[in-house]
Nanobody, 121 residues
Framework: QVQLVESGGGLVQAGDSLRLSCAAS?????MGWFRQAPGKEREFVAT????????YYADSVKGRFTISRDNGKNTLYLQMIRLKPEDTAVYFC?????????????????WGQGTQVTVSS
């Protein structure tokens, strides 16, 4: 069982930057970030392989968000720049027992509790 704890969310203005962190209780394989805005379904943001060499992004964040990980610290990151009001959501990190890059939530086995990101215009 892996426990995930996100941090780093907050209230920022459009155009600002923010870095989210996700601390895992142990070693993990593929990890990802998802987000859920009020009244909407949870959507994929980014995923990274266990070693960190492979990444994949949703088109809506490509070029603005960067996913990375520090396996020595069992920590996942999401660096977000040029934030937009439409990025406002609760952001969740997730870990999979698999080793491929997954964009579907059902492919992830462990989830954090989420951290709120609010971008004002």
């Amino acid at each position: 069982q892996v426990q995930l704890v996100e941090s780093g969310g907050g209230l920022v203005q459009a155009g600002d930057s923010l870095r989210l962190s996700c601390a895992a209780s142990g070693r993990t394989s593929t990890m990802g970030w998802f987000r859920q805005a009020p009244g909407k379904e949870r959507e994929f943001v980014a995923t990274i392989s266990g070693g960190g060499s492979q990444t994949y992004y949703a088109d809506s964040v490509k070029g603005r968000f960067t996913i990375s990980r520090d396996n020595g610290k069992n920590t996942l990151y999401l660096q977000m720049i040029r934030l937009k009001p439409e990025d406002t959501a609760v952001y969740f990190c997730a870990a999979s027992r698999g080793e491929a890059l997954y964009s579907f939530a059902r492919s992830y086995n462990y989830w954090g509790q989420g951290t709120q990101v609010t971008v004002s215009s």
